[in-house]
């Protein structure tokens, strides 16, 4: 593959990057509506046509594995693994 098809496939892959993050944004405006109209009409769940809504608040738990780091150092190197992966960003 040439340089020019490189480029090519790098121009294309930032179009449809910018597509995703337009899309995304969009998407993620029309859920602030629907989830508006929820809390508006006080209900956490709702079937309109064949769809079940849901919009729920959820709790969670997390290890806070920055804190456990700092006070358990030498348990946390213990059980700590290395990852390696390859970033292949165009900037």
Do not use: P
């Given at each position: ?5 490189i480029?090519?496939k790098?121009?294309?892959?930032k ?8 899309l995304t944004a969009?998407m993620?405006s029309v859920k602030?509506?629907i989830?508006s109209?929820?809390t ?7 079937t309109v046509?064949?769809f079940?809504v ?7 738990s997390r ?8 006070t358990?150092?030498e348990?946390?190197?213990q ?7 390859h ?5």
């Amino acid at each position: 593959m040439g340089t020019t098809e490189i480029t090519t496939k790098v121009e294309h892959i930032k179009t449809l990057q910018t597509m995703i993050d337009e899309l995304t944004a969009e998407m993620e405006s029309v859920k602030d509506e629907i989830k508006s109209e929820m809390t508006a009409r006080g209900v956490e769940e709702m079937t309109v046509s064949c769809f079940k809504v849901r919009y729920k608040s959820v709790s969670s738990s997390r290890f806070d594995s920055t804190e456990f780091k700092k006070t358990h150092q030498e348990l946390y190197d213990q059980y700590c693994n290395q990852y390696c992966y390859h970033d292949s960003r165009q900037e």
